[in-house]
């Protein structure tokens, strides 16, 4: 009678580990499911970016357009360019705080203050006029901040869908959550509530702006989940696109002429 005892004590605890180890094999992997912020800059340098300059390449910057201050990327916009990062990303959120400076630099020294995220950056470096990576562009510029562009060669390789207005604002579609699709291989998509009246000129605000006035910081927000896009600015939902191609890449911030500060760049995966 104790020999079989001991056996059938044997196998209730063989049986009960193998349950207790399939139990913990099928729960989720806390450790690994979080999601960690990536603070893509880090306040101090261009750590992760590199710089790149028409006419001038890579890491070549003699005028200092882009620099590190006060905990800030200064952009003086005095030459056309962009920084980049080194990796590509897909599927996260980025967050990123910017003002505008007082400086506009030729040749859009009376124009609106313009700049731009880049997402989903591919190919070369400066195949887009000489200056950018192919990719698709959330706007910034004084009225149209949240304008989705695409930044492509013109194929179905870049593309982006929206729901549209009936009409158009010049020859560009406005974003409208419940209108009618549309896809676009090249030009932009307008912010929701992009003044009809919208000129480029210098300061330029819109009666139903989401844009803060100058000097004040803004927030803007790029969710990348899949083949789509959502941008927010300032809390307001402002724009969005779907099938978006390509669903992936580098980021890149414009100097496009006009100072800008940013304060924070930060990446959370989806």
């Known amino acids: 009678m104790k020999k079989v005892s001991v056996l059938?004590?044997?196998l209730l605890a063989v049986m009960f580990l193998a349950g207790t180890l399939s139990y913990a094999a099928n729960q989720p992997k806390q450790q690994n499911s979080k999601k960690e912020t990536i603070e893509l800059f880090n306040g101090k340098d261009l750590t992760g970016w590199y710089t790149f300059l028409k006419e001038r390449g890579k890491n070549n910057d003699p005028k200092k357009v882009f620099t590190v201050q006060d905990g800030m990327i200064q952009i003086?916009?005095?030459e056309w360019g962009c920084i980049t990062t080194n990796?590509?990303?897909?599927n996260y959120r980025i967050l990123v705080e910017f003002k505008w400076?007082?400086?506009?630099?030729?040749?859009?020294?009376?124009?609106?203050?313009?700049?731009?995220?880049?997402?989903?950056s591919v190919g070369d470096d400066g195949?887009?006029?000489?200056?950018?990576?192919?990719?698709?562009?959330?706007?910034m510029i004084e009225g149209g901040t949240g304008d989705i562009i695409v930044v492509g060669d013109g194929s179905e390789n870049?593309?982006?869908?929206a729901t549209v207005a009936p009409e158009k604002q010049g020859n560009s579609f406005v974003f409208q959550p419940n209108g009618r699709k549309e896809t676009i291989a090249s030009g932009r998509i307008n912010w929701l509530s992009r003044d009809p009246e919208w000129k480029d000129e210098l300061g330029f605000r819109g009666k139903k702006d989401a844009e803060k006035p100058l000097g004040k910081w803004n927030r803007l927000e790029c969710i990348?989940?899949?083949?789509?896009?959502?941008?927010?600015?300032?809390?307001?939902?402002?724009?969005?696109a779907t099938h978006v191609k390509?669903?992936?890449g580098k980021i890149q911030i414009q100097s496009e002429s006009a100072e800008l500060f940013v304060r924070k760049v930060e990446l959370t995966p989806l």
């Open 76 to 78: 003086s916009g005095e």
């Open 127 to 139: 195949a887009s006029g000489g200056i950018w990576m192919y990719s698709i562009e959330c706007q």
């Open 158 to 161: 870049f593309s982006v869908t």
């Open 87 to 90: 990796e590509e990303y897909e």
């Open 101 to 120: 400076g007082e400086v506009n630099h030729p040749p859009r020294q009376d124009k609106a203050r313009d700049s731009g995220l880049l997402l989903h």
């Open 246 to 248: 390509p669903a992936k």
């Open 224 to 240: 990348a989940d899949g083949d789509q896009i959502t941008v927010f600015l300032n809390g307001k939902l402002v724009n969005r």
């Open 8 to 10: 059938h004590f044997y």
